[in-house]
């Protein structure tokens, strides 16, 4: 597996906010020997070696804090490849959702507009073959246009 940047600035933040509340964390949280990469390792390496599929995010969050303030916090592997997911929702401001819905009226115009043009054809191509039936009839019953009509 590997961590997504939205991960790791989500474990980020979390180990923030504990150190700017917590001064025996931040004193664990600030340790030279200690790195965000290897704190999202640790957490990746022990979600692996659970075999679980899905975590809460105090479960991450808690693997977070062991990293840092344990000397020796376990096997820490190297990871590639594989997908983290954060389910966070996404707040969006009111301009990104003012876009959001215009895009999603002009597809449904777009839509629209696609289905009459395609009713419209149909309509003309059925006229035609009319025309053309009804053209095939008169010329087998004999009969002529007096307007010189094809």
Request: glycine share 6%.
């Amino acid at each position: 597996m590997k961590a997504t940047d939205r991960f790791k600035e989500t474990i980020k933040a979390y180990l923030d906010r504990k150190a700017e509340t917590d001064e025996y964390f931040a004193l664990s949280y600030e340790q030279p020997n200690k790195s965000l990469e290897e704190c999202i390792d640790y957490i990746l390496t022990t979600v692996q070696k659970s075999g679980a599929a899905g975590f809460a995010d105090e479960e991450i969050y808690g693997m977070a804090v062991h990293y840092y303030q344990e000397d020796n916090p376990g096997e820490i592997k190297t990871h590639h490849g594989g997908t983290v997911v954060v389910n966070h929702a996404v707040e969006l401001t009111e301009e990104e959702k003012a876009q959001a819905k215009q895009k999603a009226i002009d597809e449904i115009v777009a839509k629209e507009k696609q289905k009459i043009a395609e009713q419209e054809k149909k309509a003309r191509e059925a006229a035609k073959a009319k025309a053309e039936e009804a053209k095939k009839r008169n010329e087998a019953e004999g009969l002529l246009s007096l307007f010189g009509e094809d």
